[in-house]
């Protein structure tokens, strides 16, 4: 009686990785991890030629069956464009000023004012472009389009990340005068920087099951409600530090103020890795991982 390989192997040994891939050839362009061989044309179930790393290892590591089942979205590239713009118009606002902030104290304390202040007002000014410019092009690329399971939120998202992009360019505007002004415009990025973020995430999540380095990243994928608490945190520590100015208490104002700027400098670093796990998601996204059909026959 002869017994199917398959399933006599079942729940007693490890799966034979060839199971399946028998008779068939790599039917794409596909170089060895190891030494950069292309493996096309070469048995699914052998090893490279050149160094004799595992095929079927290899396959397994490109076909990526939990995004290919997933419905398309209407327009991907567009997507991930957008992902990526809006990440790193955000970005831009959140990292520039507090370079801004850190090196115009720095120039004050070394007695060169002229030179503080014209750094800041560049790099306030720079973030202004940056951050206006990233997101009313990202909330182009993310505009709804009909069908597509991204409809729903990209209207919501393109609403959030505008409203917030307004907010923000006002913000930076007003943080740019100095003064009282100065406060309310740190309040209004806060708040700017915040709704953009609830709108990208909308369409990071739905976006991001599609790309297998953003699902299975656990300490370099970076949590959004994480960055929303720091922005918020860091926006409260500032404008409390702007008022305790204002009262005449040095102490207070400085304390807060140094809080202030380093809640500010780990959000910009999670800033940063946010624009890095849309870029991961914009690359998978432009170019999806082939099926198991496409790439072995
Ligand atoms: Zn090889």
Known sequence: MMLDPIMSDRGTTAPDPTTGLQGMHVQLSLPCPSCTYDLRGVSAAGNCPECGQSVPDVVTGVID?????????????????????????????????????????????????????MVFQSMVWLAFVITLGGCVLGCWCLRPREGGPLQTSCRRAVGE???????????????????????????????????????????????????????????????IPTLIFATVLAGLLLVGSALAELMGSPNTDLTLGVLGLTVLSVQAIGMAYLVVNTAWIRHDLRQPSPTLDELVG
């Open 65 to 117: 069956p939990l995004a290919t089942a997933l419905p398309r979205l209407a327009d991907p590239r567009a997507v991930g464009d957008g992902l990526v713009l809006v990440s790193v118009g955000l970005a831009a606002c959140a990292i520039l000023p507090l370079v801004a902030m850190v090196f115009a104290g720095a120039a004050a304390l070394a007695g060169k004012a002229a030179i503080s202040a």
């Open 161 to 223: 990340v505008a409203a917030g992009a307004v907010a923000i360019a006002a913000g930076l505007g007003m943080f740019q005068a100095g003064g009282t002004l100065a406060m309310a415009g740190v309040a209004l990025t806060t708040i700017g920087l915040a709704a953009g973020l609830m709108g990208l995430r909308k369409v990071l999540l739905e976006a991001g099951r599609r790309c297998r380095v953003f699902r299975a990243a656990t300490l370099r994928r970076q949590r």
